[in-house]
């Protein structure tokens, strides 16, 4: 029995002409493309660390002492004033 495609059919009646094309797979890799990708990826990973560690230009981000430390006090005290003008919001 064969499964009713109604993708295609609302296709069809949306786009005939989209609903007639040819079906074909545009996009194409080079054969064993996947069988060393792991181990390139690995390899500039490693280049662009090295690359990294060698520049003599300190970072132009910085952070405040302790904001890890202080970070989520600070996150749930901007929750509770969100909730808090919910709440007032929902009220009137």
Request: proline fraction near 9%; hydrophobic fraction near 40%; charge should be positive.
């Amino acid at each position: 029995m064969k499964k009713p495609n109604y993708i295609l059919e609302e296709l069809n009646i949306v786009s005939p002409i989209i609903g007639k094309m040819k079906k074909i797979q545009p996009y194409s890799v080079p054969s064993a493309y996947f069988e060393n990708l792991s181990i390139e990826i690995i390899a500039r990973i490693k280049v662009g660390k090295e690359h990294a560690y060698s520049l003599k230009s300190p970072t132009p981000f910085s952070l405040p002492n302790d904001y890890f430390k202080n970070f989520p006090v600070l996150m749930l005290h901007k929750a509770m004033a969100i909730e808090k003008k919910m709440w007032t919001f929902l009220k009137n």
